[in-house]
């Protein structure tokens, strides 16, 4: 079965330095990798997405991620963190025809 | 609607009773997931239903849950004879799909908290 593993429970970072939220993934066949952030109190929100072509995906907020297939791996980065990026960060993954499965989630905190 | 809709928002329960949960689908939406979240944690897949096949119910904790689409579109999760420890908010999310290609992001709504005293 698909499964994703998110090493990190939290991440801090300070205003205007780059991010990175790490990702690995297990399916069998081609991975669909996602990238969802879930604010307080609320649905999670699409971030981004990447079913095939160019390795690096950019999505909503200035996010984008990277697909490295030898290290299955599809890391969660930005150039520069905003206060407003704090939120809970999913990775998600499936494959052809089977569900989405997410990781625990890691807490990104930015600070001023 | 726009979005995926759950009800309700919020349902407090005495440990015992039935619970139902509601979820509107976005339109169109052939793909149906329900997802568990306790607080502040990552999402437990509890089922999942896809057009007209056979729903994926590896992720029901017990034989308490429940749930069925009707007409292929609104859904409803049942949690019979409710524990303290089914206390979390649960998420509905619906996706589109292409042929047999499931590519599509998934649409959350905005969840139903529920409390079991």
């Known amino acids: 079965a698909q499964s994703v593993a998110q090493p990190e429970d939290q991440v801090n970072v300070a205003e205007g330095n780059p991010l990175t939220v790490k990702c690995t993934y297990s399916?069998?066949?081609?991975?669909?990798l996602f990238w969802y952030v879930q604010y307080p109190n609320r649905g999670l929100q699409f971030l981004l997405k990447?079913?095939?072509?160019?390795?690096l995906v950019k999505g909503s907020y200035g996010f984008e991620a990277e697909f490295n297939k030898s290290q299955t791996s599809f890391h969660l980065k930005k150039p520069s963190a905003l206060v407003s990026d704090s939120a809970l960060y999913f990775c998600?993954?499936?494959?052809?025809?089977?569900?989405?499965?997410f990781g625990a989630g890691t807490r990104l905190t930015v600070k001023p | 609607g726009a979005g995926v809709s759950q009800s309700p928002s919020n349902k407090v329960t005495e440990k015992g009773k039935d619970v139902e949960l509601r979820c509107d689908p976005i339109?169109?939406?052939?793909?149906l997931y329900w997802y568990r979240q306790s607080l502040g944690q990552g999402l437990e897949f509890l089922i999942y239903f896809q057009g007209n096949s056979a729903p994926d119910k590896s992720g029901l904790p017990s034989d308490r849950f429940s749930a069925e689409r009707t007409g292929g579109s609104v859904s409803t999760l049942t949690i019979q004879r409710t524990q303290q420890e089914d206390s979390a908010v649960y998420l509905c999310a619906s996706s589109l799909t292409s042929g047999i290609a499931n590519t599509g992001e998934l649409f959350f709504g905005e969840g139903s908290r529920l409390t079991v005293l």
């Open positions: 339109s169109g939406h052939t793909a």
């Open positions: 998600a993954v499936r494959d052809l025809v089977n569900d989405m499965r």
């Open positions: 399916v069998s066949g081609n991975p669909y």
């Open positions: 990447y079913i095939t072509g160019d390795n």
